[in-house]
């Protein structure tokens, strides 16, 4: 049986240093498996199920930073760069996983949006007119001030190379060792992860991972739905018989509610040539019903964040359900 393998990818945004963002993607990420699966849980801390995050948060850090230079006085210098404090996000992750797992439904979310102060309508996307949803329509400098770092992902060679780099180097090895991957994918961290898995299924130079391909792509929270987006992706010039990734056994995307990086929160729809041209099989594009994000930050509720996805129950089945599959 192959080894199973799971590789996460992060969002926009300034980030912890690697060691810290890991320690909390990976306490999340098994605790939420602990809410479906004892067994799925096991089998990530035993390490029969591998994990490796890629990680881009330093590049994130130095071109918010750039932009917005007055905010290392919020963050940290180790070694040299600059990071998120250690620390940080502890205590409101701790309120997250206290939250017993039959009080994620609507119900709960409504009442948890009556306690706390609602962030929903200030998320970092929406509060400069869902720019991501709109970065090629909106005008250059709002963007490049608001979201410096996905501006340089989608339009500098150097820059986007760097960040798809820092996916490509764990799933190709991965691939090929011929491991049963998983990619679990979040906002930004989707267009990259998109980007990617067209490249090594159709650039010549990456021929020897043309026929392998990735057991499961889950997306969260993603803008993928959006044409602005599309028309954003590394295949979006490409002719007819070259567009989009073939290398999907299934896709399953789930976005929560008022989450408006996910504003369009369905993608079978959009990616529906991607069946038509047989680069995925009928029925392997799966949206999910909208669930509810309960994490909830030093401002209040946000119902876009990673670690919110990764301790709900509902992506933690699919998650699980995936580990479980011989």
């Given at each position: ?9 992060h969002?926009?945004?300034?980030k ?21 699966s004892?067994?799925?849980?096991e ?24 932009a ?6 919020e963050?940290?210098?180790i ?13 409101d992750l ?5 939250r017993?797992?039959?009080?994620h439904?609507?119900?709960h ?7 706390v102060p609602?962030?929903?309508w200030?998320?970092d ?14 005008g250059?400098?709002t963007?490049?001030a ?5 501006w340089?992902?989608?339009?500098t060679?150097?820059e ?12 190709i090895a ?5 491991e049963?991957?998983a990619?679990?994918?979040?906002s930004?961290?989707c267009i990259v ?6 490249k090594l299924?159709r ?7 043309h026929?392998?391909?990735?057991s499961?792509?889950?997306t969260?929270?993603?803008?993928l ?6 028309r954003g ?5 490409e ?8 290398n999907?056994r ?6 929560a509610r008022?989450d408006?990086?996910?504003?369009d929160a369905?993608?079978?729809d959009?990616?529906r040539k991607m069946v ?16 509810c994000?309960f ?7 946000n119902?876009?964040k990673?670690?919110?996805?990764l ?11 995936w580990?479980?599959?011989?």
């Amino acid at each position: 049986m192959p080894q199973k393998h799971l590789v996460l990818i992060h969002g926009r945004a300034t980030k912890p240093v690697r060691e810290e963002k890991e320690r909390l993607v990976n306490k999340a990420l098994l605790h939420g498996l602990e809410r479906v699966s004892s067994r799925a849980a096991e089998a990530v801390r035993s390490g029969r199920a591998a994990t490796s995050l890629a990680y881009y948060g330093d590049i994130n850090n130095r071109l918010v930073l750039a932009a917005e230079p007055h905010r290392k006085a919020e963050m940290v210098e180790i070694d040299g760069a600059w990071y998120e404090r250690p620390g940080s996000y502890d205590a409101d992750l701790d309120k997250l996983l206290a939250r017993p797992t039959e009080h994620h439904g609507a119900t709960h979310y409504a009442q948890l949006l009556r306690e706390v102060p609602d962030r929903r309508w200030r998320d970092d996307v929406a509060r400069v007119g869902s720019a991501i949803l709109n970065v090629f329509g909106l005008g250059h400098r709002t963007v490049i001030a608001q979201l410096p770092d996905l501006w340089k992902y989608v339009t500098t060679r150097i820059e986007g190379s760097a960040i798809r780099d820092r996916l490509q180097r764990p799933l190709i090895a991965a691939l090929r060792e011929s491991e049963d991957v998983a990619i679990v994918a979040h906002s930004m961290g989707c267009i990259v992860s998109y980007d990617v898995l067209w490249k090594l299924s159709r650039m010549s130079e990456y021929r020897e991972f043309h026929q392998r391909r990735v057991s499961l792509w889950l997306t969260l929270g993603s803008p993928l739905g959006e044409p602005a987006v599309q028309r954003g992706l590394y295949d979006s010039n490409e002719p007819g018989d070259g567009r989009y990734p073939n290398n999907i056994r299934h896709w399953v995307n789930i976005a929560a509610r008022d989450d408006f990086v996910a504003h369009d929160a369905t993608v079978a729809d959009d990616f529906r040539k991607m069946v038509k041209r047989g680069c995925i099989g009928a029925d392997a594009i799966v949206d999910r019903p909208r669930m509810c994000n309960f994490w909830v930050g030093t401002e209040g509720s946000n119902p876009h964040k990673f670690y919110g996805y990764l301790d709900h129950p509902e992506v933690a089945r699919e998650i699980a359900a995936w580990i479980e599959q011989p």
